[in-house]
């Protein structure tokens, strides 16, 4: 533990330089400005886990130091070595897994959020009559005007969309394929993109929004309903991204985790 403590606490200071040449050779996500949350599960130098595999904290390495943390052994997630096309990544099994961080992005304001993840359509929801629920949310993922969620329908698990502030879409539905969810907020619009193509543009409000904390496979409304399956990378920006840099990303995850 003492290890771990301190390994937690030198990892902001020392993450510009400890990570500055790992794909030195090309694309890093964090060459774009304003980049506020990143989770790498193949790095596993961020995943504080126990024995079992069940994950404690995700070490956001965007250098804004919003680490997923989850300190309730019964409602942490699983670090698996072979989770997304042979890559590590977390799994949640349904039951109550959720990880917390602090939330990046004001409310109202653009943003821009990468997430790859593939839904389990094999294991049944461990919560009968639940709404299955968030891979990724601000606020609650099962209202129709949530802040922002990518989550899964209630009994079609293999369905996946984004909801942010009444506007949003589907962009999976009908298979377990890993994928690319882009999510972009400028302001007006909210518009969803699957392994970089558009899919769907909504006009969004933010009015009358509320802004609670950042949560992986859950939203935290209710301790029964949880997102079923694997997520390996989850990027955050404040900011629109030009279509240019979020082409530059999405071919950076595609390739890093080889989406077809």
Avoid: C
């Avoid at 965007?62 to 997304?84: E, F």
């Avoid at 009994?155 to 377990?176: E, M, Q, V």
């Avoid at 509320?210 to 404040?238: C, E, K």
């Amino acid at each position: 533990m003492a290890n771990a403590y301190h390994y937690m606490n030198s990892f902001d200071n020392k993450l510009a330089a400890e990570f500055k040449g790992i794909l030195s050779q090309g694309f890093d996500p964090r060459q774009i400005p304003n980049l506020h949350l990143m989770l790498d599960a193949a790095d596993a130098r961020t995943i504080i886990k126990d024995g079992s595999g069940k994950v404690s904290k995700w070490l956001d390495k965007s250098g804004q130091s919003n680490h997923a943390t989850q300190s309730d052994t019964a409602k942490q997630p699983t670090y698996v070595t072979s989770g997304i096309n042979g890559k590590p990544a977390l799994k949640s099994d349904g039951n109550d897994r959720i990880l917390n961080f602090n939330h990046p992005i004001a409310v109202g304001y653009p943003f821009t959020i990468f997430v790859v993840l593939k839904a389990d359509i094999l294991t049944t929801d461990p919560t009968t009559g639940s709404s299955l629920n968030a891979a990724l949310a601000f606020g609650e993922a099962t209202s129709a005007v949530s802040t922002f969620s990518i989550r899964q329908d209630r009994d079609t698990p293999d369905k996946l969309r984004t909801t942010a502030y009444g506007g949003g879409g589907i962009f999976n539905s009908g298979n377990d394929d890993a994928v690319l969810a882009t999510a972009i907020y400028d302001g007006t619009n909210i518009n969803t993109y699957k392994n970089g193509s558009l899919i769907d543009s909504d006009i969004a409000d933010s009015t009358g929004m509320l802004l609670t904390g950042g949560y992986l496979f859950n939203d935290d409304t209710s301790g029964q309903r949880s997102f079923i399956g694997w997520i390996s990378d989850v990027l955050i920006y404040a900011g629109a991204l030009s279509d240019e840099q979020r082409s530059q990303v999405e071919q950076f995850l595609i390739q890093k985790q080889a989406i077809l």
